[in-house]
Structure formats: structure tokens, C-alpha cells
């Protein structure tokens, strides 16, 4: 996907204007948190749960050398081959191979945001392989030509009337609305591409490096046929996605579906190890994995480590105010929300993905919900600090910042200051103790007021109460 | 590298008995139970249930399955693995989950992973002395029985479903429609 993230703040405000879109949000908004809150409160040991999921992903990533060559000593046991991707060109030279070798002509796809970051599908596609996107919300989007908005629910941008429209023209069928019949007529149309493709591609939600297990989490099924029905399978995936054991994977997935969706647990875990057997009907004569760094082992051994814990449940976009409010497509490249703000300029570099570290509230509401305790405001704030460093915010901002820093290491001027902004901040609010305009700083005042302080400082207030205190110790004695 | 760490476990409310906690769950994802008080009495449960969905009675099964008295309950059967037409699918399962309401399928050359999945309707046969309470005891049976998972170790919770157009869930997706439990002894 073309990586447009230095247009955050551009995108966003098209997208605040956008009614359709708005739509879309104020349908979405809610429902997750809420689902999500209902299913983590029937979780006495939530947090015990928790602490260990962060611990175990940290144990893995810090010996991520170890069980990755675990994990493919195993899954080569099993008759799979692991092919190893150090940037997404080569990932999508390894698929493209792998299918020009065997001649296929189909693929069908269950959703795997790391092909999204790779551009799988025009790779594939530029060498004449079909590509069909299986999981209802991907199929939707392939019809719209358009990437996801969400990792979980990709085509939460769409309204039903938008999707009916691109069904009449894929399907030649009538217009439906209703949304139980239109996800019949997707089963239908989907099904013929299942049961033909040459091949299936997956990504993988985790891999278990003690067993050689590669692996899907869905409701639809979707990825079921993909890994079942098809004579090669091919699993796309990070390379951090590796976990010791099955143990492991137990504790993840009650996190998992529970922080995405709300639900106790997705209907399908399907666990695929290796080739089909002697004698077995279905399941796939080769398998391919394809693990994929891109990007990823920039983060080892930094102080954004912690970063490559996450699952991928999508919890924090699902919560963030300003996802809410602008949708997944303002934040320019595969990840929004949160997670994309950290990952997206580690990824693509920092000095592409301009705003994405300050588009947050710092509520601090990801880190509560992050399953694996990820420290997302951190974070954020130490690549806007990165990006301070490296001079790349506007010349007006490092200007303000740099007269600030330097007031703030001397008190009495720093008082001075403070206590004149104070009473002129007062003074601009007038009796009605709001501030309607702020000259050259009309973020503040757009669309809003400001409340205008009281006008005198915290530390006027401070030490006018220590002065009291002291005089009446004084007079008590 | 690790040893099998158990993790800490959920410390859900469980009910007394993981029998009450898996048909709850069962109920809560839109599977159906039902119980036969012998293995021998599935035929006639699966043949009230289909007549309960107005469905024809006519399933394709796990080959182990074939031996039972089909044509006794008026089902015709086909003892292969299914395909894309077939409308109910009967398979047994290698254990179920209380905590969640989860039947655990292995696949084997005799037990093909088609019939759980391609038609509209399955029906999964699971042995009530086979009802575990976490995953983390299915895995630990695993080791036991079968020494590692084998090439599909599926978890199946419930029928299929999506909520990708407005959120709206809308159940029977890409898999099966119905999901219908027959606990045996
Ligand atoms: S950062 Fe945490 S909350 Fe966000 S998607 Fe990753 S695991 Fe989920």
C-alpha cells in the first residue's frame, strides 16, 4: 500500500467533512468498546492474564533468533518450507515464485495485513493470477478497489447502501439491502472461487515455534477453506509472531477475540501443521511460509521493543478519539489507530509519517485497553521526541518548544512569564471566561472555545496558601 | 527454551459442573445440544433434529460413523468425504472445551475436515467422558494421545458468522449455519 501518512492532518480534515464516512463512525463507535467491556468483566484474573501475555510475548521477541530457527527446524519436519523475507519486495518475489512454479492460476485469500503492507495482491496479479479476497469485509474492499480502515473489521468505512451498490455491479443480481441476504449472496458467489483455486494464502496470527504450527483465528470459516481446499497453501506472516508454545497460544486467545470483538472466542482456531497425509482427502500438497521482517527487527534491542508484542486486536483503535473520528484511511498506510501511529514511521521511516506520533489525545486509553500491556502513548511520545531531535516538526513548533525549554530552566522568568499569560489569558476571555480566538494558534479556537483560566498561576496560589499556613501556625503559638 | 508454562487461567465463574458450563456457552454461540443416552440412539436424535429444521434427511458422515443404524431413523447416508453439495455433515470430534463451548476436531485420513465444514449443517457427536475444561488440558491430551497436533487441529465454536457489513452479526458466513451438539456417555 502507498504509504500517504504525511498527509495525516490534510486526509483528516476531508474526512471530518466526509458525511457518508461520518455515518459509517457513528455506527461503529461504541460498539466494540462496549462488547469489549462486557467480555473482559467476566475475566476475574483479566490483568493476571494480561501480565503474563506481555511477559511471554517479551520472552519471545528477546529470543526471537531462537524460536524462529525452532520454529522452522519443526515446521520443515512437518513438509513445510519456510522461506525468509528481509524486506517486502523479496516476501512478494517468494509468492510470485512459488506461484509461477506451480502454474496457478487462482488464489483465494483470507485476510493478512501483512500482504496489505507488501502489496501482495498487484504483485500477483500483475503476472496474471486471480486473486480473490475471502474474508466478507476484504471482498467487499477488493470490489471498491479500496485498503482496509480497520485491521479487524476492514470495511467499517462502508454504509450497507455503498456495499449494495458494488454487490449489483460484481454479482449482476438485484439489489439487495438487507444485510443477512447480501452476506448469503457473497457466501454463494465466494464459494465456486473455494472450491477452484489453486491456491490458498494466509496470514498468521501467530506461529508456535515448538510444534511448527502456523495459524488462523476467524468467524466467517474463510480461512478454512483457504488452508483446506486448495493443493498449496502459502501462510504469509511477521516474522514477530512467533510464540514458544501451545500454552502460550491458550493465554493469547483469551485475550484475542475478547479485546477485538468482545466475544469469548472466534468460532474457527485452526491450527495447520504441515502437508497433507497419506490417504487424506483434503488439505494441501505444499506449504510455503513466508516469514516476513520489513521493517520488524528495527525495533529489537530499541526502546520501541515493546511494540512488537501486539496481537493485532485492534482494541486501541476501537477506543482512540481520534480514530473514532476520522477513520482508518487518514492515517495513510496498512495500520491506523494507535499501533499505526507507532509502527507506521518505524516502518516507513519516521520522516514519512509526519503527524501520525501527535495524532492522540494522550488519553492514555490504548495502554489501559492493549491486551499486551503495550505502552502506546509512551511510545508515540518518544518518536515525536525523535522527531524533534531530528528537526523534522514545522520551524514555528521546534521555535516554541526551544523558547519554553528555556524559560522553564529559569523560575523567576519562567514566573514572570507565566503569571503575565496568566492575567492576559484572563483578560481575553472576558466575563465570559472563554477565549474565542488565539492568534496563530486557531487549533485551539476552531470550532470550540477555550476556557480561559482564572488568572493567577498555580504557583501564586501555592505559595499565598503555604503563607497562610504559616501565619496561623504562628498565631497558634 | 520453555518448558509447557500453564499460564494463569481465566478464573471464570465456572458452574458447578463443566457439563452446565459448556451447554451455556453452547447457548450463547448459537449452537444447539442435544443428549442420546447411547451412542446407538444418535441415529433417531439426528433424525428429530433434522425434522425439527425442516431439513432433508439425508447426511454424508465420518466413515467410523457408518456402522450406526441409519436407515433404522429413515436417514440415507453417504460414508464419504464431503463436497461442495452436501447439506448436513455428521462428525465425531476429539474432545470439547467447557470453558467456551468448543468442540476440538483432528484430521485424519478417515476423519476429512470437509465434513465439519462444507454443508450448511453439522453435527458434531462428542463424548461426554471427552469434556474437558480448558484448552490447555486439550493440548495436554494431545501430547498424550497423538504425540503432537496433527496437519488441521481446528477449534470449532459455534456456526459460522460475520459482522463485516455495519457490524450487524449475521450468522452462516463462509462455514456451516447450524452447529449441533449430540452428547453421548
Ligand atoms: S497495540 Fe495492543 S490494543 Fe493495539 S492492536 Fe496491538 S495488541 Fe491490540
Known amino acids: 500500500m502507498q504509504v500517504t501518512s504525511m498527509f495525516f492532518k490534510k486526509t483528516a480534515s476531508m474526512k471530518l467533512d466526509d458525511p457518508v464516512l461520518q455515518e459509517s463512525l457513528r455506527k461503529f463507535k461504541g460498539k466494540f468498546v462496549d462488547a469489549r467491556a462486557r467480555a473482559v468483566a467476566e475475566v476475574d484474573a483479566w490483568e493476571t492474564v494480561r501480565s503474563h501475555a506481555a511477559r511471554l510475548r517479551d520472552h519471545a521477541i528477546e529470543n526471537l533468533d531462537a524460536y524462529l530457527v525452532e520454529f522452522e527446524r519443526n515446521a520443515t519436519r512437518r513438509g513445510a518450507t519456510v522461506h525468509w523475507a528481509e524486506t517486502a519486495e523479496e516476501a512478494c518475489e517468494i509468492v510470485v515464485g512459488i506461484a509461477k512454479a506451480n502454474g496457478v492460476r487462482k488464489v483465494t485469500k483470507s485476510k493478512s495485513m501483512v500482504s496489505e503492507e507488501i502489496n501482495l495482491n498487484e504483485r500477483l496479479e500483475a503476472v496474471g493470477v486471480q486473486v480473490v479476497e475471502t474474508d466478507l469485509g476484504e471482498y467487499i474492499l477488493q470490489l471498491a478497489n479500496e485498503p482496509p480502515s480497520h485491521i479487524v473489521a476492514p470495511a467499517v468505512h462502508k454504509t450497507k447502501e455503498q456495499v449494495a451498490d458494488l454487490f449489483v455491479a460484481a454479482h449482476h443480481k438485484p439489489r439487495l439491502t438487507d444485510i443477512a441476504a447480501m452476506t448469503r449472496e457473497a457466501r454463494e458467489a465466494l464459494r465456486e472461487h473455494f472450491l477452484t483455486a489453486d491456491m490458498g494464502i494466509s496470514g498468521s496470527n501467530f506461529v508456535i515455534a515448538e510444534t511448527g504450527t502456523t495459524l488462523t483465528v476467524t468467524n466467517e470459516g474463510n480461512a478454512d477453506l483457504v488452508t483446506t481446499v486448495p493443493r498449496i497453501h502459502c501462510v504469509i506472516t511477521g516474522i514477530e509472531k512467533v510464540i514458544p508454545t501451545l500454552e502460550d497460544f491458550a493465554t493469547l486467545i483469551r485475550l484475542l477475540p475478547r479485546s477485538a470483538t468482545g466475544q469469548s472466542i472466534a468460532n474457527y482456531l485452526t491450527l495447520t501443521t504441515g502437508v497433507k497425509a497419506p490417504g487424506e482427502t483434503d488439505g494441501p500438497e505444499q506449504m510455503h511460509i513466508v516469514l516476513v521482517d520489513a521493517g520488524r527487527t528495527k525495533f529489537v534491542g530499541t526502546d520501541m521493543q515493546a511494540m512488537l508484542r501486539c496481537i493485532r486486536c485492534g482494541a486501541c483503535m476501537n477506543h482512540c478519539p481520534v480514530y473514532q473520528n476520522v477513520g482508518g484511511h487518514a492515517y495513510g498506510w496498512v495500520y491506523p489507530g494507535p499501533m499505526g501511529s507507532v509502527l507506521t514511521p518505524t516502518y516507513v521511516g519516521i520522516e514519512n509519517a509526519g503527524d501520525l506520533p501527535n495524532a492522540a489525545t494522550f488519553c492514555g486509553e490504548c495502554a489501559v485497553v492493549c491486551p499486551v500491556k503495550i505502552p502506546l502513548p509512551d511510545l508515540m511520545r518518544k518518536l515525536r521526541e525523535k522527531q524533534f531531535d531530528r528537526k523534522l516538526r514545522p520551524w514555528g513548533e521546534r521555535l516554541g518548544l526551544a523558547a519554553w525549554s528555556y524559560a522553564a530552566r529559569r523560575p523567576s522568568l519562567y514566573a514572570a512569564l507565566t503569571k503575565f499569560a496568566a492575567r492576559f489569558a484572563a483578560f481575553l476571555g472576558g466575563k465570559e471566561r472563554l477565549i474565542h480566538r488565539l492568534p496563530g494558534l486557531d487549533g485551539w479556537t476552531k470550532g470550540r472555545d477555550m476556557p480561559a483560566p482564572e488568572g493567577r498561576t498555580f504557583r501564586e496560589l501555592y505559595g499565598e496558601r503555604q503563607r497562610r499556613k504559616a501565619s496561623s501556625a504562628d498565631e497558634r503559638r | ?185
Not at chain 2, 442420546?36 to 433434522?50: C, F, I, M, Q, T
Not at chain 2, 455428521?90 to 476436531?105: D, M, P, Q, R, S
Open chain 2, 1 to 185: 527454551m520453555r518448558e509447557h508454562e500453564i499460564g494463569p487461567l481465566p478464573g471464570i465463574a465456572l458452574p458447578p459442573d463443566g457439563l452446565t458450563q459448556f451447554r451455556n456457552e453452547c447457548e450463547r454461540l448459537g449452537s444447539t445440544c442435544a443428549e442420546a443416552l447411547r451412542l446407538e440412539d444418535v441415529p433417531r436424535e439426528v433424525a428429530s433434529y433434522l425434522a425439527s429444521k425442516q431439513l432433508e434427511p439425508r447426511v454424508v458422515l465420518w466413515h467410523e460413523l457408518a456402522s450406526l443404524d441409519w436407515a433404522g431413523a429413515g436417514i440415507a447416508i453417504d460414508d464419504r468425504p464431503a463436497n461442495g453439495t452436501d447439506r448436513v455433515g455428521v462428525t465425531g470430534c476429539f474432545c470439547a472445551i467447557a470453558e467456551t463451548g468448543t468442540v476440538l476436531l483432528l484430521s485424519l485420513p478417515s476423519r476429512p475436515k470437509a465434513t465439519a465444514l462444507l454443508p450448511e449443517t453439522h453435527i458434531c457427536i462428542v463424548s461426554k467422558m471427552r469434556l474437558l475444561d480448558t484448552m490447555e488440558e486439550a493440548f495436554a491430551r494431545i501430547r498424550n494421545e497423538v504425540g503432537e497436533p496433527p496437519r488441521a487441529t481446528y477449534f470449532v465454536s459455534g456456526p459460522s458468522r460475520t459482522a463485516d457489513i455495519e457490524q450487524t452479526i449475521v450468522v452462516g458466513a463462509h462455514g456451516p449455519y447450524r452447529v449441533h451438539v449430540v452428547l453421548v456417555p
